[in-house]
Protein backbone atom coordinates (compact mmCIF):
# COMPACT_ATOMS: atom_id res chain seq x y z
CA UNK A 1 0.00 0.00 0.00
CA UNK A 2 2.87 2.36 0.52
CA UNK A 3 5.46 1.37 -1.97
CA UNK A 4 3.56 3.86 -4.85
CA UNK A 5 4.14 6.70 -2.14
CA UNK A 6 8.24 5.61 -1.36
CA UNK A 7 9.44 8.19 -3.87
CA UNK A 8 7.85 10.82 -2.09
CA UNK A 9 9.16 9.54 1.60
CA UNK A 10 12.35 9.56 -0.12
CA UNK A 11 12.34 13.18 -0.90
CA UNK A 12 11.43 14.12 2.46
CA UNK A 13 14.35 11.93 4.39
CA UNK A 14 16.50 13.63 1.32
CA UNK A 15 15.33 17.14 2.17
CA UNK A 16 15.37 16.41 6.16
CA UNK A 17 19.04 14.99 5.66
CA UNK A 18 17.34 11.60 7.55
CA UNK A 19 15.43 13.11 10.81
CA UNK A 20 12.21 13.43 9.43
CA UNK A 21 9.76 11.78 11.99
CA UNK A 22 7.76 8.80 11.10
CA UNK A 23 4.36 10.36 12.78
CA UNK A 24 4.84 13.78 10.57
CA UNK A 25 5.72 11.61 7.66
CA UNK A 26 2.25 9.73 8.12
CA UNK A 27 0.15 13.00 8.24
CA UNK A 28 1.41 13.87 4.90
CA UNK A 29 1.03 10.92 3.56
CA UNK A 30 -2.52 10.72 4.75
CA UNK A 31 -2.88 14.26 2.94
CA UNK A 32 -1.89 12.87 0.10
CA UNK A 33 -4.42 9.75 0.06
CA UNK A 34 -2.68 7.29 1.60
CA UNK A 35 -5.01 4.88 3.71
CA UNK A 36 -2.31 2.76 4.91
CA UNK A 37 -1.49 2.37 8.94
CA UNK A 38 0.65 4.63 11.20
CA UNK A 39 2.52 1.39 11.47
CA UNK A 40 3.16 0.34 8.50
CA UNK A 41 4.38 4.06 7.83
CA UNK A 42 7.18 3.58 10.57
CA UNK A 43 8.44 0.39 9.33
CA UNK A 44 8.76 2.21 6.28
CA UNK A 45 10.66 5.30 7.34
CA UNK A 46 12.55 2.83 9.46
CA UNK A 47 14.15 1.47 5.82
CA UNK A 48 14.98 4.88 4.19
CA UNK A 49 16.35 6.33 7.42
CA UNK A 50 18.47 3.41 6.85
CA UNK A 51 19.24 3.13 3.45
CA UNK A 52 19.75 7.13 3.58
CA UNK A 53 22.64 6.39 6.02
CA UNK A 54 23.78 3.17 4.63
CA UNK A 55 24.62 5.76 1.52
CA UNK A 56 26.56 8.40 3.83
CA UNK A 57 28.42 6.78 5.87
CA UNK A 58 32.16 7.59 5.88
CA UNK A 59 34.04 4.27 5.84
CA UNK A 60 37.24 3.95 7.21
CA UNK A 61 39.86 2.43 6.12
CA UNK A 62 43.04 1.33 8.50
CA UNK A 63 45.94 3.12 7.87
CA UNK A 64 49.01 0.90 7.15
CA UNK A 65 52.00 3.65 7.98
CA UNK A 66 55.23 2.79 7.03
CA UNK A 67 58.78 3.97 9.33
CA UNK A 68 59.96 7.59 8.75
CA UNK A 69 56.80 8.57 6.41
CA UNK A 70 54.49 10.46 9.07
CA UNK A 71 54.43 12.97 11.56
CA UNK A 72 51.30 14.55 12.49
CA UNK A 73 50.70 17.79 14.53
CA UNK A 74 47.86 20.07 16.08
CA UNK A 75 47.28 22.45 19.19
CA UNK A 76 45.11 22.19 22.14
CA UNK A 77 44.02 25.09 24.17
CA UNK A 78 46.25 24.93 27.31
CA UNK A 79 45.76 26.65 30.97
CA UNK A 80 45.41 30.01 31.42
CA UNK A 81 48.74 31.09 33.90
CA UNK A 82 48.83 34.37 35.93
CA UNK A 83 45.71 35.74 33.58
CA UNK A 84 47.42 34.89 30.28
CA UNK A 85 47.02 31.61 27.88
CA UNK A 86 48.65 29.17 26.87
CA UNK A 87 48.81 26.94 24.06
CA UNK A 88 50.11 22.63 23.84
CA UNK A 89 51.87 21.55 20.86
CA UNK A 90 51.26 18.13 20.44
CA UNK A 91 52.87 15.95 17.50
CA UNK A 92 52.32 12.15 16.56
CA UNK A 93 54.90 9.72 15.13
CA UNK A 94 52.34 7.84 12.74
CA UNK A 95 55.02 4.24 12.86
CA UNK A 96 55.82 4.41 16.60
CA UNK A 97 53.07 6.49 18.15
CA UNK A 98 55.98 8.67 19.81
CA UNK A 99 53.98 11.47 21.25
CA UNK A 100 55.34 15.11 22.09
CA UNK A 101 54.10 17.40 24.03
CA UNK A 102 55.37 21.34 24.41
CA UNK A 103 53.49 24.09 26.15
CA UNK A 104 53.84 27.74 23.69
CA UNK A 105 52.96 30.87 24.34
CA UNK A 106 51.12 31.17 21.04
CA UNK A 107 50.72 29.92 17.51
CA UNK A 108 52.77 32.45 16.11
CA UNK A 109 55.31 31.62 13.56
CA UNK A 110 58.18 31.80 15.46
CA UNK A 111 56.66 29.81 18.49
CA UNK A 112 55.49 26.99 15.68
CA UNK A 113 58.96 26.35 14.18
CA UNK A 114 60.49 26.75 17.42
CA UNK A 115 57.99 24.01 18.53
CA UNK A 116 58.99 21.97 15.17
CA UNK A 117 62.76 22.08 15.60
CA UNK A 118 62.31 20.71 18.89
CA UNK A 119 60.15 17.92 17.95
CA UNK A 120 62.99 16.82 15.33
CA UNK A 121 65.50 16.62 17.45
CA UNK A 122 63.39 15.07 19.82
CA UNK A 123 62.73 12.35 17.54
CA UNK A 124 66.19 12.13 16.50
CA UNK A 125 65.55 13.02 12.69
CA UNK A 126 63.12 14.33 10.26
CA UNK A 127 60.35 12.62 8.22
CA UNK A 128 59.37 12.08 4.46
CA UNK A 129 55.40 14.47 5.65
CA UNK A 130 54.28 16.51 8.28
CA UNK A 131 50.22 16.46 7.88
CA UNK A 132 48.75 19.76 9.98
CA UNK A 133 45.79 21.66 10.02
CA UNK A 134 45.58 24.67 7.79
CA UNK A 135 46.64 27.38 9.89
CA UNK A 136 48.18 30.63 8.67
CA UNK A 137 51.40 29.83 9.67
CA UNK A 138 50.83 26.80 6.79
CA UNK A 139 48.32 28.17 4.54
CA UNK A 140 47.64 31.39 3.73
CA UNK A 141 44.68 30.97 1.28
CA UNK A 142 42.52 28.18 -0.43
CA UNK A 143 42.09 28.99 -4.73
CA UNK A 144 39.78 26.67 -6.60
CA UNK A 145 40.42 24.02 -3.44
CA UNK A 146 43.64 24.14 -3.43
CA UNK A 147 45.56 25.22 -0.48
CA UNK A 148 48.28 28.05 -1.28
CA UNK A 149 51.48 27.59 1.38
CA UNK A 150 53.04 29.94 3.60
CA UNK A 151 56.38 31.21 1.97
CA UNK A 152 58.08 31.09 5.31
CA UNK A 153 56.84 27.74 5.95
CA UNK A 154 58.12 26.33 2.49
CA UNK A 155 61.53 27.37 3.66
CA UNK A 156 61.44 26.04 6.67
CA UNK A 157 60.59 22.38 5.55
CA UNK A 158 63.31 22.88 2.62
CA UNK A 159 65.42 23.63 5.94
CA UNK A 160 64.65 20.22 7.23
CA UNK A 161 64.35 18.07 3.70
CA UNK A 162 60.45 17.23 4.63
CA UNK A 163 57.22 18.00 3.05
CA UNK A 164 54.14 20.06 4.42
CA UNK A 165 50.74 18.52 3.85
CA UNK A 166 47.60 19.62 5.31
CA UNK A 167 44.30 18.09 5.77
CA UNK A 168 40.49 19.36 4.07
CA UNK A 169 39.30 22.00 6.29
CA UNK A 170 37.00 20.73 8.86
CA UNK A 171 37.89 17.53 8.68
CA UNK A 172 39.94 16.21 11.87
CA UNK A 173 39.01 12.42 11.20
CA UNK A 174 42.08 12.76 8.28
CA UNK A 175 44.53 13.34 11.03
CA UNK A 176 42.82 11.15 14.18
CA UNK A 177 46.59 10.62 15.50
CA UNK A 178 47.10 14.19 16.73
CA UNK A 179 43.53 15.23 17.40
CA UNK A 180 43.51 11.91 19.82
CA UNK A 181 46.60 13.09 20.93
CA UNK A 182 45.67 16.79 21.95
CA UNK A 183 42.41 15.10 23.85
CA UNK A 184 44.53 12.86 25.70
CA UNK A 185 47.00 15.53 27.04
CA UNK A 186 44.20 18.21 27.33
CA UNK A 187 42.81 15.58 29.57
CA UNK A 188 45.83 14.68 31.69
CA UNK A 189 47.65 18.64 31.71
CA UNK A 190 44.47 21.04 31.75
CA UNK A 191 43.23 21.31 35.21
CA UNK A 192 39.64 20.45 35.56
CA UNK A 193 36.84 19.07 37.32
CA UNK A 194 37.47 15.41 36.27
CA UNK A 195 41.51 15.32 37.12
CA UNK A 196 41.35 17.69 40.02
CA UNK A 197 44.73 19.32 39.09
CA UNK A 198 45.87 22.32 40.88
CA UNK A 199 46.26 25.53 38.88
CA UNK A 200 50.15 26.13 38.02
CA UNK A 201 52.15 28.65 39.31
CA UNK A 202 54.50 29.31 36.61
CA UNK A 203 55.14 28.87 33.06
CA UNK A 204 57.80 26.59 34.32
CA UNK A 205 55.63 23.72 35.88
CA UNK A 206 53.33 23.50 33.10
CA UNK A 207 56.67 22.94 30.80
CA UNK A 208 57.73 20.74 33.37
CA UNK A 209 54.28 18.53 33.49
CA UNK A 210 54.14 18.39 29.82
CA UNK A 211 57.78 16.36 30.18
CA UNK A 212 56.56 14.58 32.52
CA UNK A 213 53.37 13.51 30.59
CA UNK A 214 55.37 12.62 27.35
CA UNK A 215 57.67 10.40 29.87
CA UNK A 216 55.19 8.27 30.66
CA UNK A 217 52.77 7.75 27.67
CA UNK A 218 55.91 7.02 26.02
CA UNK A 219 57.23 4.19 28.17
CA UNK A 220 53.64 3.01 28.56
CA UNK A 221 52.89 -0.46 26.23
CA UNK A 222 50.62 0.73 23.12
CA UNK A 223 47.59 -1.34 23.50
CA UNK A 224 47.94 -1.09 19.36
CA UNK A 225 51.50 -1.85 18.78
CA UNK A 226 51.73 -4.52 22.13
CA UNK A 227 55.09 -2.04 22.54
CA UNK A 228 56.27 0.82 23.92
CA UNK A 229 56.91 3.96 21.70
CA UNK A 230 60.20 4.46 23.08
CA UNK A 231 61.16 1.04 21.62
CA UNK A 232 59.62 1.59 18.07
CA UNK A 233 61.29 4.70 18.04
CA UNK A 234 64.96 3.36 18.38
CA UNK A 235 63.73 1.09 15.15
CA UNK A 236 62.39 4.08 13.18
CA UNK A 237 65.06 6.02 13.38
CA UNK A 238 66.71 4.64 11.17
CA UNK A 239 64.08 5.86 8.60
CA UNK A 240 64.25 9.38 9.46
CA UNK A 241 66.30 12.11 7.58
CA UNK A 242 69.43 13.27 9.22
CA UNK A 243 68.73 16.91 10.26
CA UNK A 244 70.68 19.90 10.14
CA UNK A 245 73.50 21.13 12.33
CA UNK A 246 71.87 24.82 12.71
CA UNK A 247 68.16 25.42 13.11
CA UNK A 248 65.62 27.31 10.93
CA UNK A 249 66.24 30.97 12.69
CA UNK A 250 64.88 33.17 9.62
CA UNK A 251 61.45 34.41 11.75
CA UNK A 252 63.15 34.43 15.34
CA UNK A 253 64.06 37.80 14.73
CA UNK A 254 67.48 39.92 15.03
CA UNK A 255 70.36 38.36 16.91
CA UNK A 256 72.31 40.16 20.23
CA UNK A 257 74.94 39.37 22.34
CA UNK A 258 74.67 39.03 25.51
CA UNK A 259 77.63 40.80 27.87
CA UNK A 260 79.85 38.39 29.63
CA UNK A 261 78.68 40.23 33.52
CA UNK A 262 75.09 41.86 33.01
CA UNK A 263 72.38 39.82 31.55
CA UNK A 264 70.52 42.61 29.57
CA UNK A 265 70.20 43.01 26.11
CA UNK A 266 69.20 46.23 23.97
CA UNK A 267 66.77 46.27 21.53
CA UNK A 268 65.07 49.33 19.88
CA UNK A 269 66.21 51.62 22.62
CA UNK A 270 65.10 49.57 25.47
CA UNK A 271 66.90 46.78 27.72
CA UNK A 272 65.28 43.46 28.54
CA UNK A 273 66.73 40.97 31.06
CA UNK A 274 67.60 37.09 30.31
CA UNK A 275 68.48 34.59 32.42
CA UNK A 276 71.97 34.73 33.92
CA UNK A 277 72.74 31.21 32.71
CA UNK A 278 72.90 33.33 29.10
CA UNK A 279 76.12 35.02 29.70
CA UNK A 280 78.14 35.29 26.84
CA UNK A 281 75.49 33.91 24.65
CA UNK A 282 74.04 35.09 21.35
CA UNK A 283 69.87 35.66 21.93
CA UNK A 284 66.97 36.41 19.15
CA UNK A 285 64.91 39.13 19.37
CA UNK A 286 61.54 40.13 18.17
CA UNK A 287 58.15 41.81 18.31
CA UNK A 288 54.95 40.63 18.59
CA UNK A 289 51.24 42.20 18.86
CA UNK A 290 50.44 46.21 19.04
CA UNK A 291 49.85 48.74 21.19
CA UNK A 292 49.23 47.50 24.62
CA UNK A 293 49.76 43.85 23.63
CA UNK A 294 52.85 44.64 22.50
CA UNK A 295 55.59 42.25 23.67
CA UNK A 296 59.44 41.47 23.24
CA UNK A 297 60.05 37.92 22.83
CA UNK A 298 63.53 36.82 23.13
CA UNK A 299 64.96 32.85 22.02
CA UNK A 300 68.13 31.33 22.64
CA UNK A 301 69.32 28.42 20.11
CA UNK A 302 70.62 25.15 23.36
CA UNK A 303 71.19 21.80 22.69
CA UNK A 304 67.63 20.69 22.19
CA UNK A 305 67.22 23.05 19.34
CA UNK A 306 65.33 26.74 19.89
CA UNK A 307 63.99 28.26 23.47
CA UNK A 308 62.03 30.96 24.85
CA UNK A 309 63.86 32.25 27.51
CA UNK A 310 61.89 35.25 27.89
CA UNK A 311 59.00 37.89 27.34
CA UNK A 312 58.53 41.31 28.33
CA UNK A 313 56.32 44.13 27.93
CA UNK A 314 57.73 46.96 25.81
CA UNK A 315 60.56 48.99 28.02
CA UNK A 316 61.26 52.94 26.95
CA UNK A 317 64.79 54.20 26.81
CA UNK A 318 65.72 54.62 30.50
CA UNK A 319 63.14 52.18 32.26
CA UNK A 320 64.51 48.92 31.75
CA UNK A 321 62.08 46.02 31.76
CA UNK A 322 63.85 42.95 34.25
CA UNK A 323 62.60 40.03 36.01
CA UNK A 324 64.30 38.98 38.93
CA UNK A 325 64.21 35.61 38.41
CA UNK A 326 66.77 36.04 35.32
CA UNK A 327 69.26 37.02 38.29
CA UNK A 328 71.39 34.72 41.04
CA UNK A 329 70.73 35.96 44.40
CA UNK A 330 72.50 38.83 45.24
CA UNK A 331 75.94 38.66 47.43
CA UNK A 332 75.50 40.74 50.60
CA UNK A 333 76.43 44.39 49.74
CA UNK A 334 76.47 47.59 51.87
CA UNK A 335 72.32 47.14 53.03
CA UNK A 336 72.93 43.44 54.19
CA UNK A 337 76.36 43.50 56.12
CA UNK A 338 76.96 40.96 58.53
CA UNK A 339 79.26 41.10 61.53
CA UNK A 340 82.52 39.27 60.59
CA UNK A 341 85.34 38.77 63.04
CA UNK A 342 88.94 40.40 62.38
CA UNK A 343 90.97 39.43 65.32
CA UNK A 344 90.43 37.61 68.30
CA UNK A 345 88.48 40.21 70.23
CA UNK A 346 85.93 40.24 67.62
CA UNK A 347 85.74 36.42 67.57
CA UNK A 348 84.73 36.06 71.46
CA UNK A 349 82.61 38.47 71.51
CA UNK A 350 80.83 37.10 68.25
CA UNK A 351 80.58 33.77 69.56
CA UNK A 352 78.61 34.54 72.17
CA UNK A 353 75.13 33.97 70.05
CA UNK A 354 73.06 35.44 67.96
CA UNK A 355 72.03 38.38 70.16
CA UNK A 356 75.75 39.69 70.62
CA UNK A 357 75.79 39.86 66.42
CA UNK A 358 72.06 42.04 66.47
CA UNK A 359 73.68 44.36 68.88
CA UNK A 360 76.93 45.35 67.07
CA UNK A 361 74.85 45.57 64.09
CA UNK A 362 72.06 48.07 65.83
CA UNK A 363 74.94 49.69 67.82
CA UNK A 364 77.25 50.45 64.99
CA UNK A 365 74.12 52.18 63.10
CA UNK A 366 72.90 54.01 66.07
CA UNK A 367 76.71 55.52 66.06
CA UNK A 368 77.35 54.23 69.84
CA UNK A 369 80.74 55.10 71.40
CA UNK A 370 83.47 53.02 73.23
CA UNK A 371 81.93 50.29 71.03
CA UNK A 372 84.94 47.52 71.62
CA UNK A 373 84.92 48.31 75.68
CA UNK A 374 81.42 47.00 75.67
CA UNK A 375 82.23 44.64 73.73
CA UNK A 376 84.74 43.61 75.99
CA UNK A 377 82.56 44.00 78.96
CA UNK A 378 80.04 41.55 77.28
CA UNK A 379 82.84 39.06 77.49
CA UNK A 380 83.29 39.13 81.17
CA UNK A 381 80.15 38.76 81.82
CA UNK A 382 79.66 35.96 79.53
CA UNK A 383 82.25 34.17 81.67
CA UNK A 384 80.62 35.33 84.78
CA UNK A 385 76.66 34.81 84.14
CA UNK A 386 75.39 31.65 81.76
CA UNK A 387 76.34 32.38 77.87
CA UNK A 388 72.96 32.48 77.17
CA UNK A 389 71.37 34.88 79.76
CA UNK A 390 74.11 37.03 78.27
CA UNK A 391 73.21 36.56 74.75
CA UNK A 392 69.52 37.12 75.74
CA UNK A 393 70.41 40.41 77.90
CA UNK A 394 72.09 41.83 74.52
CA UNK A 395 69.47 40.64 72.09
CA UNK A 396 67.29 42.71 74.53
CA UNK A 397 69.69 45.97 74.49
CA UNK A 398 69.31 45.86 70.61
CA UNK A 399 65.60 45.63 70.47
CA UNK A 400 65.01 48.81 72.85
CA UNK A 401 68.27 50.34 71.84
CA UNK A 402 70.14 50.61 75.22
CA UNK A 403 73.52 50.97 74.53
CA UNK A 404 74.74 53.00 77.75
CA UNK A 405 77.89 51.43 79.40
CA UNK A 406 75.88 49.86 82.37
CA UNK A 407 73.12 49.11 80.45
CA UNK A 408 73.71 45.46 79.66
CA UNK A 409 74.91 44.77 83.24
CA UNK A 410 71.33 46.63 84.57
CA UNK A 411 69.66 44.27 82.13
CA UNK A 412 71.13 41.13 83.10
CA UNK A 413 71.01 42.38 86.76
CA UNK A 414 67.12 42.46 86.11
CA UNK A 415 66.74 38.93 84.56
CA UNK A 416 68.53 37.17 87.00
CA UNK A 417 66.44 38.62 89.77
CA UNK A 418 63.33 38.07 88.15
CA UNK A 419 64.01 34.36 86.94
CA UNK A 420 65.28 33.81 90.91
CA UNK A 421 61.79 34.60 92.25
CA UNK A 422 59.99 31.23 92.93
CA UNK A 423 56.63 31.22 91.56
CA UNK A 424 53.76 32.22 93.70
CA UNK A 425 52.09 29.69 95.47
CA UNK A 426 48.58 28.76 94.36
CA UNK A 427 45.57 27.30 95.83
CA UNK A 428 44.82 23.67 95.18
CA UNK A 429 42.32 21.84 93.94
CA UNK A 430 41.47 20.16 96.91
CA UNK A 431 40.76 23.31 99.08
CA UNK A 432 38.80 26.41 98.95
CA UNK A 433 39.55 30.06 100.38
CA UNK A 434 35.62 30.51 100.35
CA UNK A 435 34.63 31.61 103.91
CA UNK A 436 32.33 28.42 105.86
CA UNK A 437 29.20 28.08 107.06
CA UNK A 438 29.55 26.87 110.73
CA UNK A 439 29.00 30.25 111.69
CA UNK A 440 25.00 29.49 110.56
CA UNK A 441 24.85 26.48 112.96
CA UNK A 442 23.85 28.81 115.86
CA UNK A 443 21.71 30.67 114.17
CA UNK A 444 17.96 30.86 115.86
CA UNK A 445 19.38 29.75 119.26
CA UNK A 446 19.05 31.93 122.46
CA UNK A 447 21.96 33.57 123.20
CA UNK A 448 24.30 33.35 127.16
CA UNK A 449 25.78 36.17 128.68
CA UNK A 450 28.04 35.85 131.03
CA UNK A 451 30.21 38.26 133.44
CA UNK A 452 34.02 38.50 132.61
CA UNK A 453 36.01 38.59 136.16
CA UNK A 454 38.71 40.55 136.45
CA UNK A 455 42.00 39.94 138.46
CA UNK A 456 41.13 41.55 141.35
CA UNK A 457 38.14 39.81 141.99
CA UNK A 458 35.36 42.57 140.29
CA UNK A 459 32.67 41.98 137.89
CA UNK A 460 33.72 43.31 134.65
CA UNK A 461 31.62 43.54 131.64
CA UNK A 462 29.42 41.10 129.95
CA UNK A 463 30.23 38.61 127.36
CA UNK A 464 27.39 37.80 125.28
CA UNK A 465 27.70 35.08 122.99
Not at 169 to 191: C, F, M, Q, T, Y
Not at 385 to 407: C, S
Not at 446 to 452: D, E, F, G, M, S
Amino acid sequence: MIDEFLPKLEEWIERSNGRLRADVAHEKLVALGYAGSERTTRRAVAVVKKDYRLGRVRVHRPWVTEPGMWLQYDFGDGPVINGARTTLFVAWLAWSRFRVVLAIRDKTMPSVMAALDVTLRRLGGAPTYVLTDNEKTVTTEHVAGMAVRNPAMVAFARHYGVTIHTCVPADPASKGGSESSVKIAKADLVPKDTNLLPAYGTFGELEAACEAFCEQVNTRVHRVTRRAPNEMLEQERARLHRLPADPHTVTFGVTRHVPGNTPMVAFEGGQYSVPHTLLGETVWVRVRGQGVDEQVVIMHLGPEGPLEVARHARATPGSPKIDDTHFPPAPDGALERKPLARNGAELEFLTIGDGARLWLTEAAAAGTGKIRVKMAQAVTLAKLFEVKDVDWALGHAAVHARFAEADLASILDHHATTSAVPAPSRAGEDRSLTQGTAGWATLGTPAVTALAVTGDGNHGQELTR
